[in-house]
C-alpha cells in the first residue's frame, strides 16, 4: 500500500466507521451462549453457517452438553448428528471435540486469553480467535474478518488484498485500536441489513455518499 493510498484509506474509513456508528449504535454479536467454552463451540458452527441457524442448533446443543467434560464424553457420530445443520459436521465435530480436550488438558478446562494459545486449538484460525477472544474476555488482539468484512473492504477499496490475514494487517494499520473489538460488527450488521443480496436503492446508503464508486460494487 502506497503512502498516498494509505492516507486515503485511512480517511475513508474514519468516515466509514463513522456512519456505521450512526446506522447499528448497539451493534454486537449475534450467537447466543453463555462461557467462553460455548462461545468457542458458536463460532466455529458458524462457518459457511448463519448465526440464526447456529442459534437454533446451540439452543439444544448446549442443554444437551452442559460442561466441557460433556464434550470429552460425547459420541463422535452422535454429535455429527447434534451439528448436522451446521453443514461440513464431520469436519466441526472432529475440530470441537479435539479442541475440547486440547482446553482441558493443556488450559485446565477454560478458554484461553491469548492469541497465541487460542491459535493452537484445533480448528481455530484468526478469526475465531480475535472473536472469542474478544467477547469471552475482552481482549482485543486484532480485528476479525469474516466474509462481510472481505466484502466491504473490496466493495468501499480498503485493502488490495482478498486473503484475511493480510485484510487483517491493513484494518489494523487503518483503524485505531479502539475500533478494531467494534467494526467488525458494525460491518456485519450493515451486510446482512442494509447491503442486501440483490440490487437496491444506493442513493439511500448513506456509506455510498462516502465513496461513490462503491455504487457499482455490489456483493463482489
Not at 103 to 126: C, H, N, Q, S, Y
Not at 152 to 181: C, T, Y
Not at 183 to 210: M, Q
Request: net charge positive.
Amino acid at each position: 500500500m502506497t503512502l498516498k493510498k494509505l492516507k486515503e484509506r485511512k480517511a475513508r474509513i474514519v468516515k466509514l466507521d463513522k456512519a456505521l456508528k450512526k446506522l447499528f449504535p448497539n451493534a454486537a454479536i449475534e450467537l447466543n451462549f453463555g462461557s467462553p467454552w460455548e462461545l468457542l463451540v458458536a463460532v466455529q458452527l458458524s462457518a459457511q453457517c448463519t448465526d440464526k441457524m447456529v442459534n437454533k442448533i446451540t439452543e439444544k446443543l448446549f442443554k444437551k452438553y452442559r460442561t466441557l467434560n460433556d464434550y470429552l464424553k460425547g459420541s463422535p457420530r452422535e454429535f455429527e448428528q447434534d451439528i448436522r445443520s451446521s453443514g461440513f459436521y464431520r469436519n466441526k465435530t472432529k475440530n470441537i471435540l479435539a479442541a475440547a480436550k486440547m482446553v482441558k488438558k493443556e488450559f485446565g478446562g477454560e478458554v484461553p486469553k491469548t492469541i497465541g494459545e487460542m491459535l493452537r486449538l484445533p480448528g481455530v484460525a484468526r478469526k475465531t480467535a480475535t472473536a472469542v477472544l474478544k467477547e469471552a474476555h475482552g481482549v482485543v488482539a486484532g480485528v476479525t474478518v469474516d466474509t462481510h468484512v472481505i466484502r466491504f473492504v473490496q466493495r468501499f477499496d480498503i485493502s488490495d488484498h482478498k486473503n484475511p490475514v493480510k485484510i487483517e494487517q491493513d484494518l489494523m494499520e487503518l483503524l485505531p485500536k479502539a475500533e478494531w473489538g467494534r467494526f467488525t460488527h458494525r460491518v456485519i450488521h450493515y451486510g446482512r441489513y442494509e447491503l442486501v443480496a440483490r440490487k437496491y436503492d444506493t442513493s439511500k446508503d448513506p456509506l455510498i455518499k462516502i465513496y461513490p464508486p462503491a455504487a457499482k460494487r455490489f456483493r463482489t
